[in-house]
């Protein structure tokens, strides 16, 4: 089999290693990929959002199979563009992805079917929202309504920090098209819990639960960033949390979906939070999430490549999905200014005998070396029999990696530990 992935981060180094162990798997193209992967797959230079790009590729090559992995293209239409010339694929088509495309339309969906969230107000008019910033509770969250890498959601502490979001988005411009809409909801408090789920649109199989950082610096200091780092499961998602969800959010959210002619079919990301009330849900994404991603797919037992096909061809209830009851920590090694300004161009050193390990997000071959090239460069793994096991093993993996300007963080994992996570 020949397999096209749609992307070239951590998640798609992640997704492409898991697939490699498939014996029918002959060749893996990856469009764009990065210089990192190479080892495990072509690059070939088709950008994620060139939808006729990667559709003329595929059609030349004979791909027999696609996974379409960011949510750029998943929402400009790749998977419908690259089904209509017969290739099959894993992702959602556009009308669906839109779940994660239109922060609007995800939040009038759950009010729609009554799943629970935070409350909330939409704009489209700037004046109309400073206006209503005005009376409304603080803290509060604005989130521009489009995609913006993860990064447009603001959490206003204060009335002047909201207006200054607000007026960043709409009128600023700060993330383009995506912040003419945004959404102005309701602070939430309680522990976070990520849970990424494979549905072919009738059955949800919930993947291992996960906790992320966020923020840039130590003990969640800092700004926001697309994820420090990782570790799985999180100790705040218990079977009773896990059943609630399973009742009130995720087969509602898939019904739901149905009922708007819009079949979701693909890994459908839950964004949770635990509050007082329940868990509620944060925010929908379309696809897997960078970085849980590399934790969970190591802790996959089953074959990626027959769970995916499961899922385009509508059979997941009939087929096994097993994950290990090990535990796993990813730190995310980064260049140092991350997320706002960074030099790139250093030279890489992995090791061979761990790059197993090693989930490579930002790198590039200059002149027959490996050196980094992006903001986030790379993520370490370490599965092991519990939560402080993998915490300090991937720490060690960190040691024996080097770049210059090389950042991170060195707590991931302990508020899960704190939380009593399987130490």
Known sequence: MKILLVGGGGRE???????????????IYALPGNG?????????AIDAKDIDGIVSFAVENKIDYAVVAPDDPLVLGCVDALEAKGIPCFGPRANAAIIEGSKVFSKNLMKKYGIPTAKYETFNDME??????????VPTVIKADGLALGKGVIIAQTRDEAKEAVVSMMKDKKFGKSGENIVIEEFLEGPEVSVLS?????????????MD?????DNDQGLNTGGM?????NPYYTEEVAKECMEKIFLPTINAMNSDGRTFKGCLYFGLMI????????????????PETQVVLPLLESDLLTVMQAVTNGTLSETEVKFSDKSACCVIMASDGYPVSYKKGYELSIPEEIKDKVYIAGAAIKD?????????????????????????????????????????????GQAALRAGGKN
């Open 13 to 27: 180094h992640a997704i492409i290693k898991k697939l490699k162990l498939n014996k029918s798997v002959e060749k």
């Open 128 to 137: 109309k929202a400073l206006e209503y910033l005005e009376t409304a509770p």
């Open 368 to 412: 027959g070396k490996l050196v980094t090239d992006g903001g986030r460069v790379l993520g370490a793994t370490c599965v092991a029999e519990s939560l402080k096991e993998a915490i300090n093993g991937a720490y060690k993996l960190v040691d024996k990696i080097s770049f210059e300007n090389a950042y991170y963080r060195h707590d991931i």
């Open 275 to 290: 509050t007082k009330d329940g868990p509620k849900v944060i925010e929908y994404n379309c696809r897997f999430g960078d």
């Open 229 to 233: 780092g990782t570790i799985a499961p």
């Open 198 to 210: 494979f549905t072919d649109g009738k059955t949800v199989v919930p993947m291992i639960s996960s």
């Open 36 to 44: 990192g992967m190479a080892d495990d797959a072509q690059c070939v």
């Open 213 to 217: 950082h966020k923020r840039a610096k």
